[in-house]
């Protein structure tokens, strides 16, 4: 009897103890970044009471630091691919699995992608956007970036597709639909939760991205991921400026997945693909 | 898990569907021609040639770029480095990431929040999650180090000898909430009459787990062990922040030796035609994922 009543106060300790171990740099960099500099070399292990916010002012305002440009840079490229994957991804996912285009093959040629390594791909990039000028601009990431998340996107949407009930359709198709109104007025809506998942992960990928960014900007385009990694190496190691733009960066990911948790985890366990 | 079938089809296709499926699509079939496609195309291009990255004059060379790729050591280097670094993470993800999900898949107090906290280190980008391990490692300032000295623990975590298993022992530290994520949904969706039955007939957990569980779960295994493999297999981020590879070229990966090929030395012939070898290596492992992936469209003619 007692065994089963203090059993789950066990698991809640072990799961604990597990979270806070694999959360270790996030707690190691929020504590940083609290601290005075002082504090810092002095005390690694210290809790920062009462804590500064110097840190979190000098990333925001202090002259040579960039970081208010990358943030807007990542939330306009953000943004900008999770319009544009959603407006690719959702018509064609509806035209492959109801309206048979390519069938199958198409689908998984598209899936496909995502398993390449995107280091193939960024050479030729490199050389597309330079051509038509449109390296280090937030077009040019925009468009890489779609390349990234296509892939996952179709793979969510096309299961979200296939699981509208086919019957809703042949109604409207027997009242005279066309294809077009179907999917505005029937799919769309029903499809809702799967765009949801989609336009997050998309949201993440290319927030976290830095492959593709640390070799298609080098300045005016540049992201907070790239961006706050180059504090490190441009500016010798400032770990309370550094540990606060970290904080700034992770920050709207993490806060996006919390409340998008249930999107989140449908689409990441949907078979999908992370970045 | 399992593919979604769309049973049946719509109805008899008329015209307008016909020309529909061509019109919605054609915004994918036109970005595939031109970022994928086309770039495919180039990339295999470039590698037959001796372009650099500010090149005017550019060069057929033929297969040149391929043969010295193949006879570079450091190329060599990278390929088992890679390799190594991608076996042990999958395969030590997939264990922890199971033995998690088994402790997770029950009631207990906290676990909504404790579940969410689990699986924020997937949504930290790989590279700042690179920034703050050299900063919780740091020799002097680092939150692990002071914890270890406390024990009268002294390493230089990043001494040749340790980098190595150090950078696998922070990718699995990464990416186990991930394969815990995946394995826990399919733990979930396993059917519960199964396991009341194995219970009423005395079976332990440890052979239930065994002889049930693991069995059962072998489709999730295999997308989650394929998909942290090809994710491995082109880790670039947080190796390349925390030791751009070195020290030396000790913990270059693929893709950090193509990386450098083309923007340090900036030879992009033989960049991309290392690139191309590595997408050749991967290819062959493509159709055992999609076919698990990917949504059943149907019975497409």
Same mark, same amino acid.
């Given at each position: 009897m007692t065994r089963t009543k203090q059993w789950p106060i066990m698991v809640t300790l072990a799961v604990a103890l597990v979270a806070l171990v694999v959360n270790i740099p996030l707690i190691g960099a929020l504590l940083t970044s609290f601290k005075p500099d002082g504090a810092i070399t002095s005390h690694p =292990? @210290?809790? &920062?009471? &009462?804590?500064? =916010?110097q840190h979190y002012a000098n990333v925001l305002y !202090? !002259?040579?630091?960039d970081f208010p440009l990358f943030f807007e840079n990542s939330a306009i490229i953000a943004f900008g691919t999770v319009v544009l994957t959603t407006l690719i991804s959702v018509p064609a996912a509806y035209a492959i699995v109801?309206?048979? =285009?390519?069938?199958?093959w198409l689908l998984n040629a598209v899936a496909a992608m995502r398993l390449l390594p995107a280091m193939f791909f960024v050479l030729p990039f490199f050389v597309m956007l330079t051509n038509v000028g449109l390296l280090d601009t937030v077009w040019g990431m925009i468009v890489v970036d779609t390349f990234l998340n296509l892939p996952i996107a179709m793979v969510i949407l096309a299961r979200g597709v296939a699981d509208v009930p086919i019957e809703i359709e042949e109604a409207a198709r027997m009242d005279g639909a066309s294809s077009y109104g179907i999917l505005v007025t029937m799919i769309v809506p029903l499809l809702a939760p799967s765009i949801a998942a989609a336009a997050l992960i998309t949201f993440l990928f290319t927030w976290n991205d830095y492959i593709f960014a640390i070799i298609i900007?080098? @300045? !005016?385009?540049?992201t907070v991921t790239v961006g706050v990694s180059q504090f490190v190496t441009s500016y010798g190691i400032l770990w309370g400026d550094v540990s606060a733009g970290v904080v700034l960066s992770v920050i709207i990911p993490i806060v996006f997945a919390i409340f998008g948790q249930r999107y989140l985890v449908s689409g990441l366990a949907s078979g999908s693909v992370k970045g | 898990m399992g593919a979604v079938s769309a049973e049946g089809f719509p109805m008899p296709m008329r015209q307008s569907a016909t020309s529909a499926r061509w019109v919605l699509s054609a915004p994918l079939l036109v970005f595939l021609a031109v970022f994928a496609v086309f770039p495919l195309a180039l990339g295999t291009w470039i590698s037959l040639t001796d372009r650099s /990255?500010?090149?005017f004059s550019i060069n057929f060379v033929g297969l040149k770029n391929y043969a010295d790729t193949l006879r570079d050591p450091d190329f060599w280097h990278a390929v088992f480095f890679t390799l190594k670094f991608t076996l042990i993470s999958t395969f030590a993800t997939l264990v922890l990431g199971f033995l998690l999900a088994l402790l997770v898949h029950r009631r207990f107090p906290g676990k909504t929040l404790l579940v969410t906290a689990l699986i924020m280190? /997937?949504?930290?980008a790989p590279a700042l999650m690179g920034i703050m391990f050299r900063l919780v490692l740091n020799?002097? /300032?680092g939150l692990v180090p002071a914890i270890l000295d406390r024990f009268g623990i002294a390493i230089h975590l990043f001494s040749p000898h340790l980098v190595v298993p150090l950078l696998i022992l922070l990718e699995i530290l990464q990416w186990t909430p991930f394969t815990f994520l995946i394995l826990y949904a399919g733990l979930q969706a396993l059917p519960d009459d199964v396991f009341e039955a194995a219970a009423l007939d005395g079976s332990s957990p440890l052979r239930t787990t065994f002889m049930i569980t693991i069995p059962l779960m072998v489709p999730s295994f295999f997308v989650a062990g394929f998909l942290r493999a090809v994710d491995a297999l082109r880790t670039f981020d947080v190796i390349f922040v925390l030791t $751009? #590879? $070195?020290? $030396?070229?000790?913990? %270059?990966t693929l893709s950090i030796y193509i990386y450098k090929k083309a923007?340090?030395? #900036? %030879?992009f012939g033989l960049a991309t035609a290392a690139a191309m070898l590595v997408l050749l290596m991967v290819v062959p492992l493509i159709p055992f994922l999609i076919r698990r992936v990917t949504t059943r469209v149907g019975d497409v003619p």
């Open positions: =292990l @210290s809790i &920062p009471v &009462p804590g500064t =916010l !202090a !002259a040579g630091y109801r309206l048979k =285009l390519g069938g199958q900007t080098t @300045s !005016a385009a540049r | /990255i500010l090149s280190p /997937i949504m930290v020799a002097e /300032i $751009g #590879g $070195g020290p $030396g070229s000790l913990t %270059n923007f340090t030395e #900036g %030879n």
